[in-house]
């Protein structure tokens, strides 16, 4: 059964220069273990699209399950349970808080989600991303690649099954943003269900399957043509 289940999914936007339909008449589903990429140019709903699959926004029309969540409607303690236990986030520009120390920030993930033993999780899962002598070092004091590994540690820190990306490598070297695209397929082979939305093409190379967004349409759903690459064979 997919993990991730968009059904006709729309998100119409009302501006002053009118009704946008950020997203319309979506189908996606993701599976356990499954590694997909969304790929489309800049305006074409991506982060409409995770925003959704994150519970940030509700659709305005059509059906959205994650995890055997409704998000349809879904409030108060069901939403907060759902941000805690189900779905993780990392974004293009980072996002740690600036005063918690890389240590502190991974702390931050394994607490959210109301883990035991947070301290040692996370010093786990910082080692796991190869930063355990950076663990007191503040976010400035990293560069950009170690801040995103850290971004990714606090995901992974709170052990939610749905792991969401929204354009991970896009402040990032490519050498520096093919280790990061390593650290997200190795948690589709964990089990999880990944979803990364990007505009690089050869991003998409690594998924499972890719789903094309074009004006917030789906214009194309299959495995990548020429079939599944190592993270570690992308260049861009
Ligand atoms: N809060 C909003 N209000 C009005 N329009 C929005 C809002 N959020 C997104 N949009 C519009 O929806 C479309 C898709 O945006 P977005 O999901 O950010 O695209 P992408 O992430 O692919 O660049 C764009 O036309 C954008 O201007
Ligand atoms: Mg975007």
Not at 194 to 216: C, K, P, W, Y
Request: aromatic content about 4%; charged content about 20%; glycine content about 14%.
């Amino acid at each position: 059964m997919a993990v991730i289940s968009l059904d006709g999914v729309g998100r119409q936007f009302e501006t002053s220069a009118g009704v946008v339909d950020a997203l319309a008449d979506v189908d996606l589903h993701v599976e356990e273990g499954e590694l997909v990429v969304v790929l489309g140019p800049s305006g074409c709903g991506k982060t409409t699209l995770l925003n959704l699959v994150g519970a940030l926004d509700a659709p305005t029309s059509g059906r959205l399950a994650v995890a055997g969540h409704d998000l349809t409607g879904i409030s108060g303690g069901d939403l907060y349970r759902y941000r805690r236990h189900t779905v993780s986030f990392v974004f293009q520009n980072f996002n740690l808080f600036p005063g918690l120390t890389a240590l502190e920030n991974v702390r931050f993930g394994a607490d959210v989600a109301g883990r035991r033993q947070g301290e040692a999780v996370a010093e786990e899962v910082l080692a796991k991303v190869g930063l355990a002598e950076r663990a007191t070092h503040f976010p400035a004091q990293l560069s950009g690649g170690e801040q995103q590994r850290v971004a990714i540690a606090r995901a992974l820190a709170t052990g939610n099954p749905v792991l969401l990306a929204d354009e991970p490598t896009g402040e990032l070297d490519f050498h520096t943003g093919v280790q990061i695209l390593g650290l997200l397929e190795a948690q589709a082979e964990a089990g999880r269900a990944v979803l990364v939305v990007t505009h690089n093409r050869e991003i998409s190379r690594m998924a499972d399957r890719v789903v094309e967004l074009s004006g917030g349409r789906v214009v194309s759903d299959g495995p990548p043509a020429g079939g599944r690459a190592p993270a570690g064979s992308l260049r861009w």
